[in-house]
């Protein structure tokens, strides 16, 4: 698996190889550096590694910047890409600016609405939670502007895709 994270605005990419033993992966850095790691998930969001005979701990929270990972007493803000994602190829190069909506990830049912039309929001701030498959989940605020449109309710049902919102 590739994966590729922007940390402190520089993009890494990072090869993923599971090992034959469980729990274990060859990570390769684009530095070409490469590791062997044991990676075991202690609960939703903390993850206990063990990297070159050392044991630490990797936390993920989501924060007012973005996803921040806490390892090894310092703080890592970063952003995952999906290299095979338009948006992200998009956000990579610069995008474009302008209006951006916010769209239903899967079909479900507006639990609440934390935003009115034309307030100012920040950069993935919570703006919709929509439940879906009795799971509740925070649609974000794709960049800091102003609510332009809403076009849900509480209660009210949507379609995967259906924009919600739009942020200028």
């Known amino acids: 698996m590739i994966l590729q994270l922007e940390i402190h605005g520089e993009l890494r990419r990072i090869e993923l190889t599971p090992d034959k033993l469980p729990n274990r992966f060859r ?34 929270e989501e924060g007012p910047e973005g996803t921040v990972i806490h390892f090894a007493g310092s703080r890592f803000p970063y952003q995952m890409d999906d290299p095979r994602s338009l948006k992200s190829r998009r956000s990579r190069t610069g995008g474009h600016d302008g209006p951006k909506p916010v769209s239903a990830p899967m079909p479900g049912r507006v639990v609440r609405v934390l935003v009115q039309k034309g307030d100012e929001v920040q950069a993935q701030q919570g703006i919709i939670v929509i439940e879906a498959m009795k799971m509740q989940n925070e649609l974000k605020s794709p960049k800091a502007g102003k609510i332009a449109g809403l076009r849900v309710q509480p209660g009210g049902t949507v379609a995967a895709g259906e924009v919600l919102a739009v942020v200028e």
């Open 27 to 60: 990570v390769a850095l684009n530095d070409g550096a490469e590791q062997e790691i044991e990676a075991r998930l202690l609960r939703p969001g903390v993850l206990s590694l063990q990297i070159a005979g050392k044991t630490c701990r990797c936390v993920l």
